[in-house]
């Protein structure tokens, strides 16, 4: 079986869905159920016996000792995290302790357990850590897309915790030996996503007809990518990754903020249309993120040329069905709105008077 950390998160619950969609291989899911977290999204697993959902902290060494002792993983896929930048300003302190002492301590009781396995298995153990492009910190206009061997320049405290695991997991391996593999790639969407990333916030706030909140001039880039394309793409780094490398991931998708929140409103517009009229009205300028890093784009031939890995969605697919999805799942959405949902909400958005 496979050890998932962060398994009730956006992307982790994807991967966790997919991966029993595809193989009979049975998963220990470990989540602490932070706000980002949610029970209802593994919902489609209940009673199944090839999911263990476990609701705990990778920061508890006692706990995660107790899994690896327990289950015997033959791998760990490690995507908890605190992850979002805005909230990462707001309070630094829980993105240090999840994504630097969570993945330290994952990686002591890692090694630990992998030190005592027989050969044949030793062998066979991987450790995957998931990361980020922020990492690589904030490209200009000409820029080339990062490469794998870009030098670190996080400029958020979200990046910096998430560039600060990665040395950690490039140090165990390098000292310790220990199997490990990392991907870094772009901004996902999809499925699932908490409403406080920025596609589901505008398409959530669309609906409920209140303001689409650009930072800044709405000219940031992204690279975007399918969550389903991602998960994929770690299924590949784990099967056949080689130890000790890292695997940039990205969508060949460079769009500006403005133009994510247009075509978002262009899909509602055809898919529910308002009798107030187009949704872009509710398009309003605020107050730019501090540290707003410009540009991310993710050069992705390594993971292609070494695995043979490419996105399977186009933007274009992968946004419809997402848009969909969203008007689909009006409970998914209502559900999470809890009232720490709207205190955030409130707190983030109130400070940034509406610029011209
Ligand atoms: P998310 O915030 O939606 O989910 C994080 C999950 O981790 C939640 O279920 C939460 O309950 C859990 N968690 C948080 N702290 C924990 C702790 N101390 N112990 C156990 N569980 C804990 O995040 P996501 O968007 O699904 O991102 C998953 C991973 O992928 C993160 O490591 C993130 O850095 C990385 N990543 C995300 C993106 C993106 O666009 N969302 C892009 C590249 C990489
Ligand atoms: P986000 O989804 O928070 O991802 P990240 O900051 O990790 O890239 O934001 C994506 C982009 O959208 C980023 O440039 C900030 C911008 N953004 C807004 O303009 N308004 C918003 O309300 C949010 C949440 C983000």
Redo the contacts with the bound molecule.
């Keep these: 079986m496979i050890l998932v ?9 994807n991967f966790v869905l997919d991966w029993l969609a595809t193989s009979d291989e049975p998963v220990i899911n ?9 029970r209802e999204t593994l919902a489609p697993l209940e009673g199944d016996a090839r999911h263990l959902f476990v609701h ?4 508890d060494r006692a706990l995660v000792e107790r899994l690896f002792a327990e289950h015997k993983p033959r791998a760990v896929v ?7 930048v805005d909230r990462s300003i707001d309070g630094p302190g ?1 993105f240090v ?3 630097v002492d ?1 993945t330290f301590t994952l990686l002591e009781a890692a090694r630990a357990h992998w030190s005592a396995l027989p050969a044949g298995e030793r062998e066979l153990f991987r450790f995957l850590h ?5 990492v690589y910190g904030s490209l200009g206009p000409n820029d080339p897309a990062f490469t794998e061997t870009k030098t670190y320049e996080p400029n958020s405290p ?1 990046s910096a915790s ?1 560039a600060a695991s990665d040395h950690l997991v490039r140090a165990w391996h390098h000292t310790y030996g220990l199997p490990v593999l990392t991907t ?6 999809g499925h699932y ?2 409403p406080e ?1 920025l596609i589901p916030l505008m398409i959530v706030n669309a609906l409920a007809g209140k303001p689409l909140p650009i930072y800044g001039d709405g000219q940031n880039v992204r690279d975007w990518l399918y969550v389903g394309d ?1 998960c994929s793409a770690i299924r590949e780094v784990l099967a056949r990754g080689r130890l000790g490398e890292t695997y940039n991931v990205g969508g060949w998708n460079e769009m500006a903020n403005l133009e994510i929140v247009h075509t978002l409103c262009a899909l509602l517009d055809e898919l529910r249309p308002s009798a107030a009229g187009s949704y872009a009205r509710l398009v309003t300028y605020v107050k730019d993120r501090p540290g707003h890093d410009r540009r991310y784009a993710i050069d992705a031939r390594k993971i292609e040329r070494e695995l043979g890995w490419r996105p399977a969605e186009t933007f274009q697919s992968g946004i419809r069905k997402t848009v969909q999805w969203y008007l689909d799942n009006p409970g998914w959405i209502a559900n999470v709105q809890s009232g720490a949902y709207r205190d955030w909400v409130a707190r983030n958005y109130a400070g940034r008077e509406v610029q011209p």
């Design positions: 950390t962060g398994g009730a998160g956006f992307i982790g619950a470990l989540d602490a159920l932070t706000y980002a977290g949610n705990g902290d990778i920061c490690h995507f908890a995290a605190e992850s979002h829980a302790r999840t994504n969570g998931v990361s980020t492009d922020e979200y998430k870094n790639c772009s901004n996902n969407y996503q908490f990333k991602h």
